[in-house]
């Protein structure tokens, strides 16, 4: 049997997963990670804590599987994007805390890039809008805001990168400094048309192009795992951005296909093949994982707070003891009572793009509960996803192609059988579970096992790809249509 190690370095999570070559999970082991809020809008990991813990589910992983490193053919790694990550070439020790994609506090950046009259240039290079989200601005705030960093950057004393190319570092034990255009184009700094980091948005920003990582296609050599690390060299073959891995391992390799991530925050993307496509309802266009040199791009919609909502009710309002709680509670109301959840703890991503939106609780009477809170903020994961949907399927329509007919899922959420079905009401189109949801993960084993021969083609991991449910839309149009009504008067109070 040939194996294929995955990891999968999540916001909340850093997993590892044993794969066998027909893409069957046969081990797995996973440790949270702490987060850090140092005030309001600020969310920090730890670098070192996101390293240590990597290592230790791989060791586990492997055990669990019964297995050495000798037997696994490559590693992949998938990774939170844009979450940003500056270290000392020399110690490896990073500079400060890695600044997680949720936070907020480049914000005044933003601004004066817009001021500038810089967001058309950026969106027309990176296919991104101007926001805190992405890496660039993050990078900014590190070189200006930590003691020294700006002089160790010029002498090329610092290296920056996304949490991909902070583990190969790691696992290669500082030989490689790279990363893969997946990664690279969520950092408004890289040209996907040309798969180049951009020396104007470079400039832009004032950060030198000596912190810069390598970009190589996401199926490519990244180096090997140092031999002392898990006992046996073993190829790194495989790197992409969370989502991109599961756009991959859900097999979606064609224009047109979709696939929603139920995870930390909620991730649409559609597939739009070799055509870079500018959205007109506030999506970005991303570059999807490649396979070859030549790029390939996506429409996507992310969603800020999906089942981090399920944590906030867990931890913030501790309605339930578990997460795997929710869902009977959610389920002992026969609705949500009127009760909208909007959870903009961060303000709203796609397709509204509010940074200033907070969270709110609308709909409340007397015989509001906490089950119907539950539900409400259970749904608001369906609603904000819907919306994205609805904003793709007018992108493709009017581009000349269908709108969307089919939406496959994935995502620890996506196991909650009472949001798939809210899903597929409020979308009115068939919402497909896959027969394996680890496809983040997955995508990641598949790429690795392309570039070591595992595979020969996309089209045997075509083959490879099953429904495990289809959830079909039983609500009435208008009354779907009537709820997504009620769901936008709220965003719009989430600003006021």
Sequence with gaps: MTYLLALDQGTSSSRSIVFDETGHTVAMAQLELQQIYPQPGWVEHDAQEIWRIQLATARDALAKAGITAAQVKAVGITNQRETTVVWNRTTGVPIHHAIVWQDRRAEPTCADLRARGLADTIQTKTGLLVDAYFSGTKLKWLLDNVPGARAQAANGELAFGTIDSWLIWQLTEGKVHVTDGSNASRTMLFNVHTNLWDEDLLAALDIPASLMPAVQPSASLFGEVAPGLLGHAIPIGGVAGDQQSA?????????????NTYGT???MLMHTGGTFQTSQNGLI???????????????????FVGGAVVQWLRDGLHAIQGSGEVQSLAQSVPDSGGVIVVPAFT???????????RGSITGLTRGSTLAHIARAA????AFQSAALLQAMSRDAVSAGAAAVSELRVDGGACVNDLLMQFQADLLGIPVVRPAVTETTALGAAYLAGLTTGVYRSTDELTDLWKAER????????ARAKELMERWEHAVRQTTL
């Design 265 to 267: 925050g909620c991730f």
């Design 470 to 477: 289809h959830f079909l839309p039983t609500l009435p149009p």
């Design 347 to 357: 303000g709203l991503g796609a397709p509204y793009w509010k940074p200033d939106a």
């Design 378 to 381: 259970l749904e608001s994961i």
């Design 285 to 303: 266009t991303t570059s999807a994982a490649q396979t070859n040199a030549t790029p390939q791009f996506a429409l996507e919609g992310s969603v």
């Design 247 to 259: 756009l991959f391992g859900q097999a979606c390799f064609k224009a047109g296909m979709v696939k």
